[in-house]
């Protein structure tokens, strides 16, 4: 995959964070990092067609650009809007009292987002409003100095997940932020380099 392909996939996932599950988008993620374009797009493509997630015509232009097959039947099943919906979900500080206890993801996160160039980790509680694929849950944002964003994710995520069996949603950020990730991006910091 090429530097501009890369540019655009990254920026594609980090605008479906909110609107895709969290374990689709991961996979989707996971893949292109992983050198698997072919299984991200197919996993990208047949959800949003299978579960009617529109997009806009930029983000279908974006898309389009970044496949094999840019006459791709499985893009063409895809419903275009005129703009993106509003974020389905509302971000807070802290959690509901019987939230799971999110200390130990905060400590390993805050460990090892150095070693992957992160300046800044967020953590917020995530609500979902009507419409939002996937439950309540904590939510982490880290902004990183490099413009891969997609390494760091995949190797925070799975740390998260191998040391914790924690699947939390990751938002790997550079200085720009989808909708979603600029609404998570209001919790308080809970680590700086």
Do not use: H
């Given at each position: 995959?090429?530097?501009?392909?890369?540019?655009?996939?990254?920026?594609?996932?980090?605008?479906?964070?909110?609107?895709?599950?969290?374990?689709?988008?991961?996979?989707?993620?996971?893949?292109?990092?992983?050198?698997?374009?072919?299984?991200?797009e197919a996993t990208l493509l047949l959800t949003l067609a299978h579960e009617d997630i529109a997009i806009t015509q930029e983000e279908h232009d974006l898309v389009q650009s970044s496949l094999d097959d840019p006459h791709s039947p499985d893009l063409a099943a895809v419903r275009i809007i005129a703009a993106v919906p509003p974020v389905p979900y509302r971000f807070s500080a802290i959690g509901p009292a019987d939230a799971p206890d999110p200390s130990r993801a905060d400590r390993m996160l805050a460990d090892e987002a150095a070693r992957y160039g992160g300046r800044v980790l967020r953590r917020a509680w995530r609500e979902p409003l009507a419409g939002a694929p996937d439950v309540a849950k904590w939510t982490y944002v880290l902004q990183v100095s490099g413009t891969d964003l997609l390494g760091p994710f995949a190797g925070l995520s799975a740390r998260l997940w191998v040391t914790l069996?924690?699947?939390?949603?990751?938002?790997?950020?550079?200085?720009?932020?989808?909708?979603?990730?600029?609404?998570?991006?209001?919790?308080?910091?809970?680590?700086?380099?």
């Open positions: 995959m090429d530097v501009q392909t890369y540019a655009t996939v990254t920026d594609l996932c980090a605008r479906f964070a909110g609107r895709l599950e969290d374990d689709v988008l991961r996979s989707v993620r996971e893949d292109y990092f992983g050198g698997e374009p072919a299984q991200a069996r924690e699947k939390w949603p990751l938002e790997v950020v550079g200085t720009r932020l989808s909708p979603y990730q600029a609404a998570a991006s209001v919790a308080p910091r809970i680590w700086i380099a």
